[in-house]
């Protein structure tokens, strides 16, 4: 059984930062591309950031960059979301995605999501 398993969300004040992880079970990775989105209450999901499986290639949204990184480690088929000078509004349910398609393809249609893990930043 395919599984990816968010870690890392918790309680963080604004200017902090928090590192994610994705782990994956059930296949190898290797290939896919990642990505990871977040929900907030009352708002629809929102794409945050995708590494390809080739050239490790990297995305992220506007809201975002400069201070999320992403990265992927194949060896252990884990995937992280490295968050740094959090403010209020990146409190979301953030979710962990695995495409088959090796270059990262823009929307929410993905063979893989994780459960989610809660991020709260307090001001």
């Known amino acids: 059984q395919v599984q990816l398993v968010e870690l890392g969300g918790g309680l963080v004040q604004a200017g902090g930062s928090l590192r994610l992880s994705c782990a994956a079970s059930?296949?190898?990775?290797?290939?896919?591309?990642m990505g990871w989105f977040r929900q907030a209450p009352g708002k629809e999901r929102e794409f945050v950031a995708a590494i390809s499986a080739v050239g490790g290639r990297t995305s992220y949204a506007d809201s975002v960059k400069g201070r999320f990184t992403i990265s992927r480690d194949n060896a252990k088929n884990t995937m992280s979301l490295q968050m740094n000078s959090l403010i209020p509004e990146d409190t979301a349910v953030y979710y962990c995605?695995?495409?088959?398609?090796?270059?990262?393809?823009?929307?929410?249609?993905?063979?893989?999501w994780g459960q989610g893990t809660q991020v709260t930043v307090s001001s």
């Open positions: 059930g296949r190898t990775f290797i290939g896919y591309s």
């Open positions: 995605a695995a495409d088959r398609r090796p270059l990262w393809t823009p929307g929410d249609v993905h063979d893989y």
